[in-house]
């Protein structure tokens, strides 16, 4: 007969409910357990679809289509179409200079201001000369005026002219130099000289982040079609559905967040397995007490059971809570009620299964034990297999390691569920401190830490065509701006090395279609680097030059695996002569390389490689480069300085260039400091997880030492009541928690550290990311100094508890 046949079928609830108020400490710390897990798992997959989220909602605010130099009743006719979010008008000045300062003009309405989020006060500029003035700007001019005002200025077309001030925008300048200005359509028109009634539709269609680019253009198109707009007028932004096709939550992604909550709930449930275990050990004899009154094991094991499932009740909301306000906090845009729901769901569904395998174990543990053998069980492993005189000074330090080797299953799983806190949290770590996105900026600076490079300084109203940029830089390269340039950089005190580069712009065909392009010319002291990267073509660089062709890298475009080229192949290069006209000429293919498998083969930094080959998809020796063109490819130069005299350099480059259209002044320094922003908030959101892997650790350990010390209090007990002293008591509980912390931190120095050195290696090597393996010390100091702070925390605890109790108490308590 079972026990709820003798009384009632709540019986093993009421029992259960009982022995969970009776052990208020370490239900306290399941709880804990539980919802931390729980939140960490929620945190990252908010995060993850979060982040997704966020990058789409963003883009769905971004436009995709422009319609050139259409009518405002064409305008006015797409805003009022259903399948379009919002439409809004823009016009384009151009940019010109005025004395360091580069000026970018242009027209834009209501709506576009409010896409833009551009803060002002005043009005937008609708007619007549009204302008809007970036308040910086104002100041750099050291002119006061309120919107309203007349302020007399050149906009960069050499001429001055009164303007009225409609109001004053909060946008800063960029790089600390070009400000934006909001004008009228007449102001734009009398800038370019074109005509100023007609404006850019730019367009942001319903649904468009789940279109494809074929059925956006497809789309685009037929709306154009209805309003009398030509194809020719219509602009695609291809970069926002490469965007929207990468921003989505991909198969991968679910997979990766799959197996991080698979791994913390792996790690809770060695922690809560462990509880148990030990509970169920220090209760076995009350198991065999309820066999004893008629209880089955179906009943005992239920409630084990059931004491795991009511503390995961417990401990799920609480976890589920913090883990929402963590997925808020680290993408609040990217926020949404339902995932936030479908998530929540997921993670109490882990959580309950997570604790009911947890508890499994130690629940057939309690059910098999027979009332006879629960009245002998100890708790610990092994079999007695006869006496043997044996010889051991029984100090309190070895009786702590005798402890801990009679049951080598609970040690184990405390040892376990410890050290996977600690090898996720060296691993993560070593990876924070090792990427590097400096590199990034690096390998645009291989050969020093400063570039001066040409740029085409189009003015107001100019052809941006990439024809009249190759026309603009070949005049450029012609006009030997770049000779005086290293003239003059070679002669500044501190400047150490020059390395110059070549580059031409073209016009190309290699996939069946014309697009813009570069050809880096190749010089002869790169010729042998270039030789290891899987090249294929004249061995020498005297044969390489005795033939007109190109030299193609096969792996940085993805689209040369839909359309192959070999060697031999030919396409069509288009590009300007001295006198500015264009000339088409059929190239062949003479050889071929590849830069992104010798990289990954090699592990080189980009840094590593001179701007000459990592500059472009085609390479040609110099002088046949400047053969065909029939001028000058001098592109830029690289410079290295004295650091102690970089600041002056760095003055004196801005005295010389910074008022000049056609120079771009660039610096190491200023790539590596943007690199760094744009990594810090995934440094957050890794950062976060060290946290919680840390507060995860430190819990365990608590946990451990309660459980140890509660199902202990009698053997303890015993121990005193033969002369051990309470000093010696604390050294053999010090001595197992030693133990525990000193395998941690091993398993975390060493087994993270390494597993944090493959991660980087991986990524180096797979996906191109540059890191510089770096061991995560901070980190790792604290984690040892708080792990140590509970030991002796503990230990002190766990004497003040033993203290307080008398020894028969706690011998009678036990029986």
């Known amino acids: 007969m079972g026990l709820d046949k003798n009384n009632n079928r709540n019986v093993v609830n009421k029992i259960a409910k009982k022995d969970l108020h009776k052990n208020r400490n370490l239900n306290l710390f399941t709880c804990m357990t539980v919802a931390l897990s729980v939140a960490l798992i929620l945190t990252f997959l908010l995060y993850g679809f979060g982040s997704a989220t966020e990058k789409l909602r963003r883009m769905e605010e971004r436009s995709q289509v422009t319609y050139e130099q259409v009518t405002k009743e064409q305008l006015e006719q797409i805003k009022d179409r259903p399948d379009i979010l919002w439409a809004g008008g823009s016009m384009s000045a151009g940019s010109a200079k005025v004395g360091t300062a580069r ?91 074109r005509p100023s009634d007609r404006v850019d539709a730019v367009v942001d269609m319903k649904n468009a982040t789940n279109m494809t680019l074929s059925e956006a253009t497809e789309k685009a198109a037929q709306i154009g079609a209805e309003y009398g707009i030509s194809e020719e007028q219509i602009k695609m932004a291809e970069s926002f559905f490469n965007q929207a096709s990468v921003s989505r939550i991909g198969t991968l992604t679910i997979v990766m967040l799959a197996a991080v909550a698979v791994l913390i709930l792996l790690s809770a449930g060695i922690v809560i397995k462990n509880i148990f275990y030990i509970s169920v050990a220090g209760k076995v004899r009350e198991y065999g007490q309820l066999r004893t009154i008629g209880a089955t094991q179906k009943q005992v094991r239920r409630l084990v059971t059931r004491e795991g499932m009511v503390l995961a009740a417990r401990g ?87 402890n801990l080797k009679r049951s080598k299953k609970k040690t184990a799983m405390t040892m376990c569920s410890l050290v996977l806190a600690g090898i996720l949290l060296g691993t ?42 190759m026309k603009n830089m070949t005049e450029l390269q012609k006009s030997g701006l770049m000779a ?62 005795a033939q007109m062709g190109v030299i193609l890298e096969l792996g940085s475009n993805s689209r040369l695996k839909e359309h192959p080229v070999h060697i031999g192949d030919t396409f069509h290069v288009t590009y300007c ?68 005299k970089a600041q002056s350099i760095e003055n004196t480059l801005t005295d010389l260039y910074a008022e000049s259209g056609n120079l ?67 050294k053999m509980l010090s001595q197992e928690s030693t133990i525990y912390t000193v395998v941690t931190i091993a398993f975390t120095v060493i087994v993270g550290s390494l597993m944090g050195y493959g991660l980087q290696y991986a990524m180096e090597n797979a996906l191109m990311v540059p890191m510089e393996y770096t061991f995560p010390l901070i980190p790792v100091l604290l984690y040892i100094a708080a792990l140590l702070g509970v030991q002796f925390t503990m230990n002190a605890y766990g004497s003040r508890m033993l203290a307080q109790q008398p020894l028969v108490e706690r011998i009678r308590q036990a029986e």
């Open 103 to 193: 000026l970018v003009v242009f027209y834009q309405d209501a709506v576009m201001a409010e896409k833009n989020e551009l803060k002002y006060t005043g009005e937008l500029p609708e007619e007549g000369t009204e302008l809007m003035l970036p308040r910086d700007y104002l100041e750099r001019l050291n002119i006061k005026a309120s919107p309203g005002d007349t302020v007399s200025l050149d906009l960069g077309d050499g001429q001055t002219r009164d303007y009225s001030l409609s109001g004053i925008s909060e946008a800063p300048s960029k790089g600390g130099g070009i400000y934006r200005i909001v004008a009228s359509q007449n102001v734009i028109g009398l800038l370019t000289g």
């Open 577 to 644: 002569d001295p006198s500015g006209q264009e000339t088409v000429v059929e190239m062949p293919v003479i050889a071929t390389y590849n830069q992104i498998l010798w990289q990954q083969a090699n592990k080189v930094d980009y840094g590593e490689i001179p701007l000459s080959i990592m500059g472009s998809m085609l390479l040609m020796p110099v002088s046949q480069l400047e053969q065909m063109t029939g001028t000058d490819s001098s592109y830029g130069i690289e410079f290295a300085v004295d650091p102690s």
């Open 428 to 469: 993560i770590c070593t990876f924070v401190v090792s990427y590097k996105p400096e590199q990034v900026a690096l390998s645009q600076f291989p050969n020093g830490e400063y570039q001066v490079s040409l740029t085409v300084d189009q003015g107001y109203g100019a052809d941006t065509s990439q024809s009249s940029r």
């Open 316 to 402: 799920i909301p609480f976890g589920l809570a913090f883990g929402c306000l963590m997925g808020y906090i680290l993408v609040p845009k990217g926020w949404e009620w339902k995932t936030a729901l479908l998530c929540g769901i997921v993670c109490v569904l882990f959580g309950f299964a997570g604790v009911r395998l947890a508890v499994r174990k130690p629940a057939r543990i309690a059910a098999k034990t027979s009332p006879i053998e629960a009245a002998q069980y100890t708790g610990y492993e092994g079999k007695h297999t006869g006496t043997k005189n044996l010889t051991r000074s029984l100090n309190p330090s070895y009786l702590g390691i005798l």
């Open 664 to 730: 771009n002044v660039m610096s190491k320094q200023e790539n590596m400091d943007a690199a760094r922003e744009m990594m810090e908030p995934m440094k957050i959101v890794l950062n976060v997880l060290a946290a919680f892997l840390i507060l995860f650790g430190i819990i365990n350990l608590i946990n451990t030492e309660l459980t140890n010390l509660y199902s202990r209090r009698r053997e303890i007990a015993v121990l005193q009541s033969v002369g051990m002293t309470k000093r010696q008591v604390g």
């Open 484 to 545: 005086e340039v290293e003239e003059q950089i070679m002669n500044i005190d501190g400047v150490r090395q020059i390395r110059p580069w070549y580059l031409v712009e073209i016009k190309q065909d290699i996939f069946q279609e014309e697009r813009e392009g570069s050809i880096n010319g190749l010089e002869e002291q790169d010729f042998a680097l270039l030789k290891q990267m899987n090249y294929e073509g004249p061995q020498t660089y005297e044969e390489l030059n």
